[in-house]
């Protein structure tokens, strides 16, 4: 049932951080494996080394650009809808359920409703069996990011923002600021959005009344993200850093013009933003002193099989009847050539997994004594074989 509100009439205003030109668009970590949302699909990097990730997984066939981990189902916003996939181990991904839709920016599991900011509007969807079925949608063009608190959902899109209280259906959405809004988040009582204008900053009264504070304009405001008392703000002007320990007075502590990023996440020390052509990698000492190493992660990397390892050395000979003296064996790589002085009866001949050969049996001289060639069994050593050469 859609709501009798109508969408106002504004000017489309598309979100930068979804052009063309950059080729991912979110990133999800869980532990030491990022998942990141690109133009080529879903990437799954390893951070067990933070300066050196690996890239372990790759689906490809679909543009993603929202991503979202609930337990062990990843949720993926795509160009052509949603698709789940459940997470069997690092990097390993099994496709769960695809949904046919409208391009999905942004997506909040809550409750058992999954909420969808598409290209048109909001869609809730809920499981039904093993697949997914659509609850509702309403129409408020498109939305870009959805926040939660206190039991209402706030979607930002091109046409405002939207309120709606957690369990009505779309007849609950009501819309609260008739402006672009491209990102969305909450701090306190107060809510920071970014538009093409700028970062607003309004204080929360009620759900649908927000009064404002202040903002910082001058520059689009693609995508915030807030780390403590910290808010990153990732614009075309570059990345500001702000400090809102003091929520209704926000003062950036450094700004980055030429950091050209639609998303990035922490890992201790080491923060990845994902740039139009890759994942970069910078090491934060402090707040006003960053490394920066550069390129870490390619986008179109691909994912590199392991080595393959070398096949196990054939068994050794059986020593024949009455073989004294050098004789040879059979492994693998370089050519080896083994004597033994003084001159030998071999008995038996093993080769261990790391290629060493050895080789038991008597010295010729021993064996004479005793009048009986072949026994004792005494272990002459121990060496490294590579290769095959027969010896006269």
Known sequence: ????????????????????????????????????????????????????????????????????????????????????????????????????????????????????????????????????????????????????????????????????????????????????????????????????????VYRYKAPAELVYVTGLPGFSAWYLNRVGNRLYVLAEAGLYLLDIAEPASPVVIVHRPGVLWTDFFLLGTYLYGLGPDGVYLVQVEDEASWVVTGLVLNYLAQVTAPATPPPPPPPPPSPAKGWYGTYWVKTWGATPVFFFVPETNATSVAVDPKGYVYVGGVHLRNSARSGAPGRGGRLLGSFRSFGETPLA
């Open 1 to 200: 049932m859609a709501s009798s509100e109508q969408v106002p009439a504004v000017e489309r205003v598309e979100n930068p951080r979804f052009a063309q030109k950059f080729g991912a668009y979110a990133s999800v970590v869980s532990g030491k494996i990022s998942y990141l949302a690109t133009r080529d699909g879903l990437k799954v990097m390893d951070l067990t080394d933070p300066k050196n990730p690996k890239l372990v997984a790759h689906v490809k066939g679909f543009v993603a650009y929202a991503l979202q981990l609930v337990g062990d189902l990843l949720y993926v916003g795509c160009a052509d809808g949603v698709r789940v996939f459940r997470v069997k181990g690092p990097g390993s991904l099994e496709q769960r359920v695809y949904l046919r839709d409208k391009a999905v920016y942004s997506l909040l599991f809550v409750r058992d409703v999954l909420y969808l900011g598409t290209a048109e509007g909001v869609v809730a969807v809920v499981w039904k069996g093993p697949a997914l079925s659509v609850l509702w949608r309403r129409e408020a063009g498109p939305i870009y990011s959805i926040g939660e608190r206190q039991g209402y959902l706030y979607f930002g899109g091109a046409s405002g923002l939207w309120a709606l209280a957690i369990g009505q259906g779309a007849q609950g959405i009501r819309l609260v600021l008739k402006e672009p809004v491209f990102s969305l988040v909450w701090h306190q009582d107060f809510l920071y959005l970014g538009g093409g204008s700028g970062l607003r």
